[in-house]
Structure formats: structure tokens, C-alpha cells
């Protein structure tokens, strides 16, 4: 199973939007709407934003939204803020009980 | 509130074997699937395996099928990942991982610290 493919990095400024690209196949990303999304800051652990495509946790606020079309999810994060600096995984299901994660995007804030 | 703390990373030779562990606690755990993710020393996450709720199935990876087990005793609320046969590429922080919510489909809510397990002669 190899791993969805994301941009390596990007970036905004404090209060600008960034939107980050998660590209699959039929068989996982084009194929579930069980993607999700997860946010890691560094040595620490990963944490979810986003489920089942665009489904918040409790806890998790609104600037931070997910969509798909076809093979590709995207997460958007509205109002950056410092704080959001991190890294960026997104993952699917992938038939078969099996699941893969993302290359990762680093944001920076500019 | 929701915990999972795991154990038993350490360094070990080429060949060797571990077994890791987590506690969990502030949940039913007979309720939630259980995933193992790990992260190799800067790269991104890589999926391992999960256990359902009842322990009844367990899947993996292919890097890792027939060399990891998952198990979970449910009477400790507690999971297990059994490593055998273990090679440098495995050298990683290894975390566990709470289903979001009862039959979700790998959407993990909560995570351990982690624990790291290096791989070296």
C-alpha cells in the first residue's frame, strides 16, 4: 500500500488560509469517506482534526475544515494562527481492514 | 479522561524480538478498536496493525505481516505488539492508538507518547 501523496510544505501568514492537497487512488482516498486528518507538532503526538472526511472532534476548531473530490482530500486551515505551525497527515481507509497515511506537509507560519 | 501509555521500547539487535505494551484507562476498552502507528526517525507515520474491540481480527501491514503480532487482554486493558524477526527499518517511535468511536473505520482519536524501539548491532 504505498502512502497518499501530499506537498512536502506550505506556508501563510498569521490570519491567511492554507489548504493542503491529499492525492489517493480508487482504492483508498476515491474509494471511502473515511479520510481523516491529523496535526503533529514536533516530538509530540499526533492529534485528530478531521474525520470521515470533514467531521471536527469535540475540541477542534472551525478553522479547520476537510472536503473531497474524487481521489484528492483537502484539509483547509482559515485564520492561521502560530500555533498552527506543525506537521499535516491526512489517511484513509484502504479496503481490507487495511489503512494508509499521508507523506505529511509541513506548515509554517509565516 | 482518555490515557494510553506505552512501554517496553529499548534497543535490540537485528533478529532479536520485543514486545511493547499500552495501558489504557478513563474508557471501556472491550468498546474501541486498537491500532499500532509507527514513525521512523524523521519520516512520516506509517500504519502497523489494528485488533477489533472483541480481539476477534487482527490485521497489518504488509512490512510487518507474519513478523508483528497485535493482541489485547481485555481484562488488563491493555495492548500488546509482539515483534520478532526485527530489522534496522523498524527503528521507530511506535504508538498507540484509540478508535475514535465504537466501529469507526481507523479514525484515531486518541494516541499514546509513543515509545522507541531502534534497531542496531
Known amino acids: 500500500q504505498s502512502a497518499l501523496t501530499q506537498p512536502p510544505s506550505a506556508s501563510g501568514s498569521p490570519g491567511q488560509s492554507v489548504t493542503i492537497s491529499c492525492t489517493g487512488t480508487?482504492?483508498?482516498?476515491?474509494?471511502?469517506?473515511?479520510v481523516s486528518w491529523y496535526q503533529q507538532h514536533p516530538g509530540k503526538a499526533p492529534k485528530l482534526l478531521i474525520y470521515?472526511?470533514?467531521k471536527r472532534p469535540s475540541g477542534v476548531p472551525d478553522r479547520f475544515s476537510g472536503s473531497k473530490s474524487g481521489n484528492t482530500a483537502s484539509l483547509t486551515v482559515s485564520g492561521l494562527q502560530a500555533e498552527d505551525e506543525a506537521e499535516y497527515y491526512c489517511?484513509?481507509?484502504?479496503?481490507?481492514?487495511?489503512?494508509?497515511f499521508g507523506t505529511g506537509t509541513k506548515v509554517t507560519v509565516l | 479522561q482518555v490515557q494510553l501509555v506505552e512501554s517496553g521500547g529499548s534497543v535490540v539487535q537485528p533478529g532479536r524480538s520485543l514486545r511493547l505494551s499500552c495501558a489504557a484507562s478513563?474508557?471501556?476498552?472491550?468498546?474501541?478498536?486498537m491500532h499500532w502507528v509507527r514513525q521512523a526517525p524523521g519520516k512520516g507515520l506509517e500504519w502497523v496493525a489494528v485488533?477489533?474491540?472483541?480481539?476477534?481480527?487482527?490485521y497489518y501491514a504488509d512490512s510487518v505481516k507474519g513478523r508483528f503480532t497485535i493482541s489485547r487482554d481485555n481484562s488488563q486493558n491493555t495492548l500488546y505488539l509482539q515483534m520478532n524477526s526485527l530489522r534496522a527499518e523498524d527503528t521507530a517511535v511506535y504508538y498507540c492508538?484509540?478508535?475514535?468511536?465504537?466501529?469507526?473505520?481507523?479514525?484515531?482519536?486518541?494516541w499514546g507518547q509513543g515509545t522507541q524501539v531502534t534497531v542496531s548491532s
Open positions: 489517511s484513509s481507509y484502504a479496503g481490507s481492514n487495511n489503512y494508509v
Open positions: 485488533v477489533w474491540a472483541d480481539g476477534s481480527n487482527k
Open positions: 478513563g474508557f471501556t476498552f472491550t468498546n474501541y478498536g
Open positions: 470521515e472526511v470533514s
Open positions: 480508487s482504492s483508498d482516498v476515491g474509494g471511502y469517506d473515511y
Open positions: 492508538a484509540r478508535d475514535l468511536y465504537l466501529g469507526s473505520s481507523g479514525e484515531l482519536g486518541f
